[in-house]
């Protein structure tokens, strides 16, 4: 479905304002951690960390992405947001985890509840009405990451490079909302049968620069991060299609993604002053 075609103009354009208003809200978060950036680089001309140490960091995490693959094929641009966690050691390796939900406006299945639209493609309510009925994109994608910080630039012995490689699970599917749950066909357990939910395997690769630094406020990482899926679908029929869908897929998502980080030390960190 190139476009929920059966929706008022203003719903018609309700996904662009938000997929630019989410760019805005990415590019401010990225300005903003290239200021902070900036600033610990300065800092780090006046003091610097005389070694690494092992740090474990709980972070939340913001991406701004681009599918690729068969993810093209049903899929616009998404975004996403999870928590995670990281243990750096002494060594600079890095261990860890993250959970990622995927939110997305454009929908670009054509035959998407085909069988429900009237020959001037609207969805009728149970009321005999117009329906309106909106279609998004959500998933989530989990991984366990390896990884290695390499000092780089000058940077302090914490701090550098920041390349990893993970594996995990991936899953996605088409949610349908429906204006005050007005069409029979749309609830409960009849949305299955359109909702394409579709899951398996995944991995992905990290590169970027991550920041740890004495204060407790400049500390994050950015980067682009490139996730691969090998995944199927899990219904056992798809209503507007009559058919099952048994295709192998591989979906793919790359773009930015970035992280404000809560270190936790072994040591406390030492004051510093300046005059």
């Given amino acids: 479905m190139k476009s929920n075609k059966f929706l008022p103009a203003a719903a018609k354009s309700l996904s662009l304002r938000s997929i630019l208003m989410k760019m805005r809200f990415l590019l401010s978060f990225i300005f903003s951690l290239y200021l902070v950036f900036f600033a610990a680089g300065q800092d780090q001309q006046k003091k610097k960390t005389s070694e690494a140490e092992s740090i474990f960091m709980v ?25 995670g966690f990281q243990h750096k050691t002494k060594s600079n390796w890095l261990i860890g985890a993250d959970l990622n939900f995927v939110f997305g406006n454009k929908i670009n299945e054509d035959s998407l509840i085909q ?6 493609g609207f969805v009728i309510s149970d009321q005999g009405q117009v329906a309106n009925v909106s279609f998004f994109e959500r998933g989530f994608y989990a991984m366990a990451r390896v990884g290695k910080i390499i000092p780089v630039f000058g940077s302090n012995p914490n701090s550098g490079l920041m390349l990893t490689a993970g594996a995990g699970f991936l899953q996605h599917r088409i949610h349908i909302a429906v204006e005050e749950n007005m069409v029979a066909a749309l609830r409960d357990d009849y949305k299955k049968g359109y909702d394409r939910l579709t899951n398996g395997f995944s991995t992905s690769q990290f590169i970027g620069y991550l920041h ?3 204060s407790k406020l400049a500390n994050f990482f950015i980067g682009f991060e490139f996730v691969q899926a090998f995944t199927q679908s899990r219904r056992s029929m798809n209503f507007d299609t009559m058919q099952r869908d048994d295709a192998k897929r591989l979906d793919m998502l790359y773009g930015i993604k970035a992280g404000w980080i809560i270190p936790f030390r072994n040591r406390m960190a030492k004051d510093h002053f300046y005059y």
Avoid: H, K
């Fill in 212 to 214: 740890l630094g004495e």
């Fill in 115 to 120: 069988n429900l639209l009237t020959v001037d």
């Fill in 59 to 83: 972070y939340p995490s913001i991406g701004f992405q681009i599918p690729g693959g068969d993810m093209a094929d049903r899929f616009g641009l998404s975004s996403t947001v999870g928590p």
